[in-house]
């Protein structure tokens, strides 16, 4: 178990972080609940902060297990009651990016350096869950027990992995709004299951990253730099999660940036339109007038690709947000699970902090939002199937 002192990790290593929080970048003029955060530091910044920090303890050898099961360890132990989610300072951002570039760059010895005094661990893994096993790099905060006896994360800031060796172009695999159990995912509009699909896209994919939410996104929040916030890190530009999504799109070190990121996400077919059938694929941009500039071709890949499939669940049954989905006047007055059409806002993710970050870089980065309906993320078959197809899609040239 990753967080604990016996189990397949061994003893606790008391060192840094393991993974990879990538930060860059964010502009002022991007909407965030909790506001813009300075660019990533640059390899001169972080080897200034590397040379005032003590040496770190020695890294353990690799050890051998499944990722999927790491990982739903992970999210099974991230929502204990009382969890809160503590917003990172400027300096404790600037430490973790710096980290987590080292990491990625293979420099496990300056990140654990840089990581230990955050309280990560950086662990190595190779991950037998696919045909060729995969060297990994993990970070993931220490737990603390509290007065009650309950251990809890000290932050809750993510779970970080990062692979040595990766396909082109390089992908990154988010998972913003992971949750712990049915009841726990209803309670706070959590995605369930859709850490599982994660794995399976990255693994598909042979992707360079795989980032999971600290917590779930009801959890408590504090140390809010701009009230106000939540743990909602899809819509909070001040998150640690935010941070090192935008160091893996615009890293400062020797390490190739993300040109792709998939989200999966999910719904519950009873709270939005029948039209918005069983998926709904989104490159996160706003809906305007002028048809043909609303969405990509990544997007429109997935979307067909996805429609192609021989699911009873989902296959025929994709939306592409952008151009399946309009706010345009409807004449024959359909509703077609459009902003206008759909309480709830919709299912475009353009609200996305992650994805505006993107699509704001020069030239943009494709983002990737697929949302299912709880039809397909109940079957592992079918979501097994779904994030199969779509790591093939992001990975393809």
């Known amino acids: ?127 037998t869950g696919t045909r060729t096993s995969r060297s990994l790099i993990v970070l993931e905060e220490r737990k603390v027990k509290g007065r009650d006896g309950v251990e809890r994360y000290r932050r809750a800031w993510g779970f970080y992995v990062a692979a040595r060796s990766a396909a082109v172009p390089v992908v990154a695999v988010e998972v913003p709004h992971q949750c712990r159990s049915t009841a726990r995912c209803d309670a706070v509009g959590g995605d369930r299951r ?22 779930d996104r009801g959890a408590t929040a504090t140390g809010c730099p701009q009230p106000p916030c939540s743990a909602d890190v899809a819509h909070e530009a001040a998150s640690m999660f935010e941070a090192v999504h935008e160091a893996a799109l615009t890293p400062k070190l020797a390490v190739p940036p993300a040109r792709r990121v998939y989200q999966p996400h999910g719904f519950s077919t009873t709270g939005h339109p029948t039209s918005c059938r069983e998926v709904v694929v989104s490159a996160g941009l706003e809906q305007i007038s002028s048809p043909g500039i609303e969405t990509t071709p990544l997007a429109r890949r997935t979307a067909a690709a996805l429609n192609a499939d021989p699911s009873k669940v989902y296959g025929k049954k994709v939306l592409l947000y952008g151009q399946d989905i309009s706010p345009r006047e409807k004449p024959d007055g359909r509703v077609d699970c459009s902003p206008d059409d759909d309480p709830t806002g919709g299912l475009g993710a353009t609200t996305n902090v992650q994805g505006q970050f993107a699509a704001q870089l020069t030239p943009p980065r494709d983002f990737i939002s697929v949302e299912a309906s709880q039809h397909v993320r109940n079957l592992a078959a079918e979501r097994d199937a779904l994030a199969g197809t779509v790591g093939r899609v992001v990975s393809a040239p």
């Open 1 to 127: 178990m990753l967080a604990g002192a016996s189990g397949m990790w061994g003893r606790r290593l008391p060192a840094a972080l393991v993974v990879f929080l990538a930060v860059a970048t964010v502009v002022a003029a991007r909407p965030a609940a909790s506001g813009s955060q300075a660019a990533v530091p640059s390899a001169a910044q972080c080897g200034k902060l590397l040379a005032r920090t003590p040496p770190g303890t020695e890294l353990l050898p690799p050890r051998r297990g499944r990722l999927l099961d790491v990982v739903a360890t992970f999210v099974e132990r991230s929502v204990p009651q009382g969890q809160r989610y503590v917003f990172p300072s400027a300096e404790q951002r600037a430490r973790f990016q710096c980290g987590f570039q080292y990491a990625a760059a293979l420099q496990l010895a300056n990140a654990q350096r840089l990581l230990e005094p955050l309280q990560y661990d950086v662990k190595q893994l190779i991950d």
């Open 194 to 215: 859709t850490h599982t699909m994660a794995v399976t896209a990255f693994e598909r994919a042979s992707a360079k990253y795989l980032f999971v939410a600290g917590t």
